[in-house]
T-cell receptor, first 117, second 116 residues
Framework: AQKITQTQPGMFVQEKEAVTLDCTYD???????LFWYKQPSSGEMIFLIY??????QNATEGRYSLNFQKARKSANLVISASQLGDSAMYFC??????????????FGQGTELSVKP | DGGITQSPKYLFRKEGQNVTLSCEQN?????MYWYRQDPGQGLRLIYY???????QKGDIAEGYSVSREKKESFPLTVTSAQKNPTAFYLC???????????????FGDGTRLSIL
């Protein structure tokens, strides 16, 4: 069963507008962490933001924020004031705490975001 | 600057040939990881290592091998047993394998492997 689901293969947003990228996850673990990464066309993976399962506040990092709804098991990424340089693939990933001594991440399929001028 | 260096950027493999992808980090991280990415797909874990001289199989280890003789280095060999090796390979590291959940993995720029 897929543990991370990103249902939007592609998204378009107008420059300077906000956009929400969806991520739902599945785990029976009470302790886990959720990450978002950006992958430009050049291929490197850039860490954007982290949300812990016990964090009471939604995480924010500059123009990135995470809309964390624990009961719904969703961790959507919100990008405010989109810029042309935000065009990239975005991946949601989960790190489960129980029995995961290796610190393994499970990735979703990704969402390709295109920012239009 | 600290970071992860993968080489080569592009690699071509002939039938029946083993090829080795290099991954070096100077972040003083204990844990290292290899992922495979197919077009339009997410990342899948091949192998990971929490400490020198130790490594574990990930979800798709068949046809691959690794070594971890130095903390800084985690090379991946794609063997001839891997029948569909064409993919983008990413190496990552984190401070420790276990420990705090909020430790992100840091990635290299990747190697694109193709079949001749």
């Amino acid at each position: 069963a897929q543990k991370i689901t990103q249902t939007q293969p592609g998204m378009f947003v107008q420059e300077k507008e906000a956009v929400t990228l969806d991520c739902t996850y599945d785990t029976s673990d009470q302790s886990y962490g959720l990450f978002w990464y950006k992958q430009p066309s050049s291929g490197e993976m850039i860490f954007l933001i982290y949300q812990g399962s016990y964090d009471e506040q939604n995480a924010t990092e500059g123009r990135y924020s995470l809309n964390f709804q624990k009961a719904r098991k969703s961790a959507n990424l919100v990008i405010s004031a989109s810029q042309l340089g935000d065009s990239a693939m975005y991946f949601c990933a989960m790190r489960e705490g129980r029995g995961n001594q290796g610190g393994k991440l499970i990735f979703g399929q990704g969402t390709e975001l295109s920012v239009k001028p | 600057d600290g970071g992860i260096t993968q080489s080569p950027k592009y690699l071509f493999r002939k039938e029946g040939q083993n090829v080795t992808l290099s991954c070096e980090q100077n972040l003083n991280h204990d844990a290292m990881y290899w992922y495979r990415q197919d077009p339009g797909q997410g990342l899948r874990l091949i192998y990971y290592s929490q400490i020198v001289n130790d490594f574990q199989k990930g979800d798709i280890a068949e046809g691959y091998s690794v070594s971890r003789e130095k903390k800084e280095s985690f090379p991946l060999t794609v063997t001839s047993a891997q029948k569909n090796p064409t993919a983008f390979y990413l190496c990552a590291s984190s401070i420790r394998g276990g420990g705090r959940l909020n430790q992100p993995q840091h990635f290299g720029d990747g190697t694109r492997l193709s079949i001749l």
